[in-house]
């Protein structure tokens, strides 16, 4: 498989200020455009460096991808050191300037005259426009190889990689196909998985399939890859595969590929017609700020009550203040009341709610930190359970969160399939 | 400076399955000893690969660390590459599979036949025992250099690194000493603050300091580095350069090191005694996510309403729907009402809102995506401003909770001013 490597650039790397995730976004990216990333480099902002690094990557490949150092200020230098490396002079490119200025004019700024030298770019690379920010990319070609360098800014970078820097790769090498497909999970850890899928894992091989297990806090995303092959029709040999799959773990596969819960949960309701509220005592906003970080999900995701203090569960949620004081605030009664109260005020369809103990501190030997309460309140009844997640803050929120957007996800899928089943006749 | 470089080993890292933490964590650890790290390179489980990365690592430095490659399994050569590389045999190391098979017996299991290679050690290393896990860390002398393997788990790695790393570098090395110092900054872009510090910044290389900008949405960090002189007394010098930068952006500058806004205003509150709610539209429930985050703010932090539909606003938040309908949602009127309503309904010293189109769809001529207002209700007063953050719906909501909180945290210091004069008697 064709390589390439990888140089990331910045003192930020090396001290271990930043964490280095560029470099994974971009292995992932490119493993999936049918190249392998031979090497990272991180390196320091010193021209020599940068050279070293150059001159090391070239004699190894020919694609060399640069991240880092192309901000306006003193400290950014790779502009400069590859006007060196490939003995360039800068030249004033007059649209790259009025985009800029556009940029700055976009925010109701004026431009400031440090961010002019972003308009200087070397007369002998393809200038990689950035519709994110003010750093162009550059794309050099020298003796059959190709340097590409990209701003470090993230979402700078992810748009360069996606917009032009991969299309113009595949133009250019043609990598030999390879297909992937990712199917996501929630509610079930890899080795759980691993357990029930054995027969099935081993028996991929003999398709020519490749299975990795990628782990994140309550989700695991499963990968099949293979080289497309002429004379097979991988596409439908890895959708039979999936399906296969499926059986296996059937309530917790949500999605696929990039798909994330919030948006599986709000085109439920969206084509349910249905709309919903939130209520959270431990997840503390959270959960509201998964549903609305998804454009266009006003028109399903009403509101929500952050009630954190016990005061704000009577008052805003009429949660009696008896049932607080009897069972406590991490309870089966009070995150049902919670669901139904949300629900209630905010004249919704369905009502969520989570209660529990987020940690590290505030749990007791009966209640310890990781115990949560979810509930889901709908057209049809109350649904409600408690978790053990553990003692990480952060974790919990998350797994919280995700967890009770699988099991809306569920009630979801249900009702559709009964509503269904109903215009479709008795089976 | 005495350098290291790092070599980490794995496929996955490569492929962008698993972040490299390592390599940041050991940046700041060796940064904190003295150390400078000169590169990372990350590269794959091969034989190859890893003689090539220490060849051209040892050519640059006298200490080379390397993570991974060392579990049980078939995939794992790292031992066997450095045995190549040494001109190492393996021997038993008895005390060594002792420990192993304590370790399994701690875990109330027999040790699986697979680990006893992990005993099996190079007759020309010293080993460094991993009270953690099985696999020894290993530490080479050649040709005056240090070569240290050890395991990729990171609470394994780092287990090493402090107790047996880090303090033999030390003792055989000696580094000399480096400083580093951050500060925090919101609501300015580093262009802006390099127009405003130009003369300063250019006179820090006068006292040895480097200078570096570290942005992020809405935020730019600001690194001031140098190392330790015996003749100079460089933390004072540094901490006075950092009195001044502050001079130039005193509203920006919120905190120093990894101070995060939300703790910053946490603190302040808890030191105040005053107690918080919040009022969302199109942050959605982000920014009271950013409060609790924070294990312990449920002393300050009360409450939050997430206001997305008009309705809510009124029936919970009491803004009046005739002011909604005059005015638009997104006005002064409106976030000022919910401010104040939010404070009111939750009994607290402040509320807080956000009212504003997140985009990337919503916006008007008039009202384009990225128009956010910010209000403040206080025991004193209330504030409010209107903001063009732009159009990427992530970043707007990010943006529009860190600048609310950055005000916030003005306004809450100000408070604090304004009753120590007072105490203090007139100026």
Not at 37 to 48: I, M, N, P, Q
Not at 321 to 344: D, F, H, N, Q, Y
């Amino acid at each position: 498989m064709m390589k390439a490597e990888i140089i990331s650039i910045g003192d930020e790397l090396l001290i271990g200020q930043t964490i280095n995730t560029n470099a994974a976004w971009m292995g992932e990216q490119l493993s999936l455009a049918g190249l392998s990333v031979g090497r990272v480099l991180t390196v320091a902002d010193t021209k020599e460096e940068i050279i070293h690094a150059l001159d090391s990557c070239a004699a190894r490949t020919d694609i060399i991808l640069m991240t880092g150092g192309l901000g306006p200020t003193k400290d950014d230098i790779t502009k400069y050191t590859l006007c060196t490396y490939f003995n360039s002079k800068l030249v004033m490119h007059k649209n790259i300037l009025n985009e800029i200025k556009a940029y700055f004019a976009s925010l109701g700024q004026k431009m400031p005259d440090i961010n002019h030298n972003q308009a200087m770019l070397p007369d002998n690379c393809t200038v990689l426009r950035n519709n994110m920010g003010t750093a162009s990319g550059m794309w050099f070609e020298h003796n059959g190889k190709v340097f590409v360098s990209m701003p470090g800014v993230p979402y700078e970078m992810k748009h360069l990689m996606e917009e032009r820097v991969i299309p113009k790769i595949k133009k250019k090498f043609q990598p030999g196909k390879i297909i992937h497909r990712t199917v996501q999970t929630q509610g079930i850890g890899e080795s759980r998985i691993a357990e029930k899928v054995t027969g099935w894992e081993n028996s991929l091989a003999s398709d020519g399939i490749r299975l990795a297990y990628l782990p994140a806090p309550g989700q695991v995303r499963i990968r099949l890859s293979a080289d497309a092959m002429p004379e097979k029709d991988m596409e439908t040999i890895i959708h039979q595969r999936i399906e296969e799959l499926k059986t296996f773990i059937p309530r917790h596969v949500f999605g696929m590929g990039n798909d994330v819960l919030e948006e599986v949960v709000g085109k439920l309701l969206l084509r349910q017609k249905k709309t919903i509220a939130v209520a959270e005592s431990c997840t503390g906003g959270y959960l509201s700020s998964l549903f609305t970080r998804i454009s266009g999900s006003s028109a399903y995701y009403h509101g929500g009550v952050v009630s954190y203090a016990n005061h704000i569960k009577t008052a805003l949620l009429k949660v009696p203040a008896e049932t607080i004081r009897k069972k406590g605030p991490v309870s089966k009664e009070v995150v049902e009341a919670m669901a139904l109260g949300v629900k209630a005020c905010m004249h919704t369809d369905y009502g969520i709610a989570t209660s529990g103990i987020a940690g590290p501190d505030g749990g007791t030997a009966e209640k310890p930190a990781g115990t949560i309460w979810l509930a889901i309140a709908g057209p049809t009844g109350i649904w409600s359970n408690v978790f053990s997640f553990g003692n990480a803050r952060d974790r919990n929120i998350r797994k919280a969160a995700i967890t009770l957007l699988n099991y809306l996800r569920i009630t979801l899928e249900e009702a559709e399939q009964i509503k269904y089943n109903t215009v479709a006749g008795p089976k």
